[in-house]
């Protein structure tokens, strides 16, 4: 069963950059994609975007060209940074399992998301 | 991007008693809907893929329904441990969008 762990600093200031790593275990970092979602205190769930194992990314336009992902597969980890931060991006991160993969050239899209990390709180003050 | 109009947003519902959660998509997104359920300080969880199909280990009394813009989630007979939020996703196109939740409350 896979398992997702979430790391990274709780407070980070105005206009700096937010950074976060999740750690797979129980299952290869190959297999699927990863996405990222936050939740503001007492508020819905946001998607942030996704990224395969090969690199490639896609993320959610509101957060317009501030958000940049990662893969580490020797570690099997995956990483987030947001910049420019402001109030508003004060949430719960979580990591996620996509259920998207790619086999013999085709990719098949199934972006629910079935296995969750427990989430880290990041608020933005100075 | 589509948006996702969960309703209503409380149901107060008692204990072996039948829920049923609505959700709406401001276009259609076929069949690629999912809900989740989400209790307070934890992750939220995959309850439906599909629109229907559930996810492993997810109980016979959680079923769902629908297509193209109207969705539905049911708890055919709710337990104690159902008490929680529930949203709904589709996925159908960029971004990946929720509803605002459905706060199932003892009655």
């Known amino acids: 069963q896979v398992q997702l762990q979430e790391s990274g600093p709780g407070l980070v200031k105005p206009s700096e950059t937010l950074s976060l790593t999740c750690a797979v275990s129980g299952g290869s970092i190959s297999s699927y994609y990863w996405t990222w979602i936050r939740q503001p205190p007492g508020k819905g769930l946001e998607w942030i975007g996704y990224i395969y194992y090969s690199g490639s990314t896609n993320h959610n336009p509101s957060l317009k060209s501030r958000v940049t992902m990662s893969v580490d597969t020797s570690k099997n980890q995956f990483s987030l940074k947001l910049s420019s931060v402001t109030a508003a991006d004060t949430a719960v991160y979580y990591c996620a399992r996509d259920r998207s993969y790619c086999s013999g050239g085709s990719c098949y899209f199934n972006n629910w998301f079935d296995s969750w990390g427990q989430g880290t709180l990041v608020t933005v003050s100075s | 991007e589509i948006v996702m109009t969960q309703s209503p947003a409380t149901l107060s519902v008692s204990p072996g008693e039948r829920a049923t959660l609505s959700c709406r998509a401001s276009?259609?997104?076929?069949?690629?809907l999912a809900w989740y359920q989400q209790k307070p300080g934890q992750a939220p969880r995959l309850l439906i893929s599909?629109?229907?199909t559930r996810a492993t280990g997810i109980p016979p009394w959680f079923s769902g329904s629908g297509s193209g813009t109207d969705f539905a989630l049911t708890i055919s007979s709710l337990q104690s441990e159902d008490f929680a939020v529930y949203y709904c996703?589709?996925?159908?196109?960029?971004?990946?969008?929720f509803g605002g939740g459905t706060k199932v409350e003892i009655k």
């Open positions: 599909g629109a229907s």
């Open positions: 276009q259609s997104v076929n069949s690629n």
């Open positions: 996703q589709q996925y159908n196109s960029w971004p990946f969008t």
